[in-house]
């Protein structure tokens, strides 16, 4: 029996350690390549798109979530916070309904913002998301600094925009 306990112990030991730990599997790469169908639906986007010497604002929603709405509505609100940050906004919903967000959202009329859909589920995958809105921050030269899961404090967030 003390043989089965010490390897039942060294075995899931590591598991029990790394959910302590918090740290996100992501964290240690920087922000990964990836492509997006913009809402005129014939453009791929791509992170070589991304305009340079900017930090980057990985939004990634849902069009029916509230939070993201709401979300949506505070960046736009405090759009002139973000001026030295891309927004990047991803959803891997229908089609149609990313179109309709943008669209009432107004989000064309900003240019820091770009929204896009995630046909091959490539975001939720890499970041392992299980809320949304989920909001991941690189710097200038696309490494990991910081995320959220769920809805942020503006303070919080607003932090990390320098």
């Known amino acids: 029996m003390k043989y089965f306990f010490n390897l039942f112990f060294i075995t899931l030991a590591p598991f029990f350690l790394e959910?302590?730990?918090g740290a996100a599997p992501f964290a240690d790469y920087p922000l990964p390549q990836f492509s997006i169908l913009l809402p005129d639906s014939s453009t791929v986007y791509k992170k070589t798109d991304l305009p340079k010497g900017k930090q980057v604002l990985v939004?990634?929603?849902?069009?029916?979530?509230?939070?993201?709405?709401?979300?949506?509505?505070?960046?736009?609100?405090?759009?002139?916070?973000?001026?030295?940050?891309?927004?990047?906004?991803?959803?891997?919903?229908?089609?149609?309904?990313?179109?309709?967000?943008?669209?009432?959202?107004?989000?064309?009329k900003y240019?820091?913002?770009?929204?896009?859909?995630?046909?091959?589920?490539?975001?939720?995958?890499?970041?392992?998301?299980?809320?949304?809105?989920?909001?991941?921050?690189?710097?200038?030269?696309?490494?990991?600094?910081k995320h959220f899961e769920g809805t942020p404090k503006w303070e919080d967030l607003k932090s990390q925009l320098k």
């Open 19 to 21: 959910a302590q730990s």
């Open 59 to 108: 939004m990634l929603f849902s069009p029916d979530c509230d939070h993201c709405k709401t979300e949506t509505e505070t960046i736009t609100k405090n759009i002139d916070q973000f001026k030295n940050t891309h927004i990047l906004m991803v959803t891997s919903q229908s089609f149609d309904k990313m179109v309709e967000f943008y669209n009432h959202y107004e989000l064309a």
């Open 111 to 145: 240019k820091g913002i770009t929204v896009g859909r995630d046909a091959v589920f490539f975001f939720p995958s890499f970041y392992k998301i299980k809320f949304f809105p989920f909001l991941a921050i690189y710097d200038k030269k696309y490494n990991y600094k």
